[in-house]
């Protein structure tokens, strides 16, 4: 049966309002259920591997290449015994503004997106942050006991505060979304979570915290997760090839969506800057834009055999700028085209969606609730 089979037939097998209402009772008193009922529900395994992306909008290539692929992989390859838990963290979303309206179509086209890149809601926990308030209710308490400087000193941290010019507050969300970014993980007793270089930073401060938790109540409550970081190196706006691809760039020819046509996508690498050097060669200081057309070629193409990028460019020197464009988006495309065809089926198929979710939030609570009975007992809360 392909994914698409499975999803649908999970669609005609949605409870209906009983049903529902029954899944939201045993939601609610999940973390109430004593610990041998918690334990033959949910059994410690192997491994927990947990990771989360905001829903801010259909991710983009970058997004793809560096870290959701991984994440279809880690499923496809795990053993039986192997947890996986994938959030879309819609909390986090929120420490910038939003317009309602336009964040709940996110969430609904990022979670079609989710399934439509491969994840499996039949072997992966797949659910929204904000559907499971136990993320909260942790953040909160690891915020009691979280240091303010450490918090401080975070990079992500410190550049936003360089943006800013005093015109706009700073909000406390932002100065503490590193807390739930901790609970998130540490909320499932995550084994291992992949994350960017980027994010290291941040998987750090949950291995603190966690120790540091685990310390002061004298016994190993939270797991301290491992880092899996990410093959591939990060992906380059096309037009500002020195920046890192963003979806909040101004210019949309600097990214290249998932639900791009193939025309679309023609067209942005054919822009993409480079350089008026005629040869091919991978020096991302030296020639940052030829080097990000490598970099997207050498990760999208199932047929490159080389075994790095300097391989890669010395296999295609010779060729004009604009063969290397047209050979770059023949690869992009054969990635992008067939995850754009189940997403745009996916993301019209509500009775799916909203069966995943529900799905996904309760398998996530009773996971959740493992960890929460133990921590309230430490603190004196239960």
């Known amino acids: 049966m392909s994914p698409h089979q499975g999803l649908l037939r999970l669609s005609r097998q949605c409870p209906r309002a009983a049903a529902h209402a029954a899944r939201q009772t045993r939601l609610s008193h999940a973390s109430k259920q004593p610990s041998s009922a918690l334990s033959a529900i949910a059994k410690p395994s192997a491994k927990t591997i947990f990771s989360g992306i905001q829903p801010t909008g259909v991710p983009?290539?970058?997004?793809?290449?560096?870290?959701?692929?991984?994440?279809?992989?880690?499923?496809?390859?795990a053993s039986s015994d192997t947890t996986l838990i994938y959030s879309l963290v819609d909390l986090h979303a929120i420490t910038i503004r939003q317009d309602p309206k336009q964040l709940r179509q996110w969430k609904k086209e990022s979670l079609a997106m989710l399934l439509a890149i491969g994840l499996n809601p039949q072997r992966s926990i797949i659910f929204h942050q904000s559907d499971v308030p136990a993320h909260a209710e942790l953040m909160w308490i690891l915020s009691c006991q979280a240091s303010t400087g450490y918090l401080g000193r975070m990079t992500q941290w410190k550049d936003k505060t360089a943006e800013k010019d005093g015109s706009e507050k700073l909000k406390?969300?932002?100065?503490?979304?590193?807390?739930?970014?901790?609970?998130?993980?540490?909320?499932?007793?995550?084994?291992?979570?992949?994350?960017?270089?980027?994010?290291?930073?941040?998987?750090?401060?949950?291995?603190?915290?966690?120790?540091?938790?685990?310390?002061v109540y004298g016994e190993a409550i939270l797991t301290p997760p491992e880092t899996l970081i990410s093959p591939a190196k990060r992906i380059m706006s096309l037009t500002e090839p020195e920046r890192k691809m963003s979806k909040s760039h101004p210019n949309p020819k600097s990214r290249i969506l998932l639900t791009d046509p193939d025309d679309v996508i023609r067209s942005k690498i054919k822009s993409a800057i480079t350089d008026s050097h005629k040869s091919i060669t991978y020096e991302p200081a030296r020639r940052p834009g030829v080097s990000n057309l490598l970099d997207i070629f050498?990760?999208?193409?199932?047929?490159?055999?080389?075994?790095?990028q300097e391989a890669l460019a010395a296999h295609m020197d010779g060729l004009s700028m604009r063969a290397l464009k047209e050979e770059v988006a023949m690869a992009v495309i054969e990635?992008?085209?067939?995850?754009?065809?189940?997403?745009?089926?996916?993301?019209?198929?509500e009775a799916t969606l909203k069966a995943v979710a529900e799905e996904g939030a309760e398998k996530a609570a009773i996971s959740a609730a493992v960890t929460m009975r133990h921590v309230k007992r430490a603190v004196g809360l239960s």
Do not use: C, K, M
Request: charged fraction near 20%.
């Open 60 to 77: 983009h290539l970058g997004n793809y290449l560096g870290a959701l692929r991984q994440w279809v992989g880690l499923q496809n390859e």
């Open 298 to 308: 050498y990760h999208s193409g199932e047929s490159v055999e080389t075994e790095s």
């Open 335 to 349: 990635v992008i085209r067939p995850i754009r065809e189940r997403y745009e089926r996916l993301v019209q198929d």
């Open 172 to 215: 406390l969300g932002l100065f503490s979304y590193p807390v739930l970014q901790a609970a998130d993980v540490l909320i499932h007793g995550a084994t291992h979570v992949p994350v960017g270089h980027d994010q290291a930073q941040h998987l750090e401060f949950a291995r603190q915290i966690a120790n540091g938790f685990n310390e």
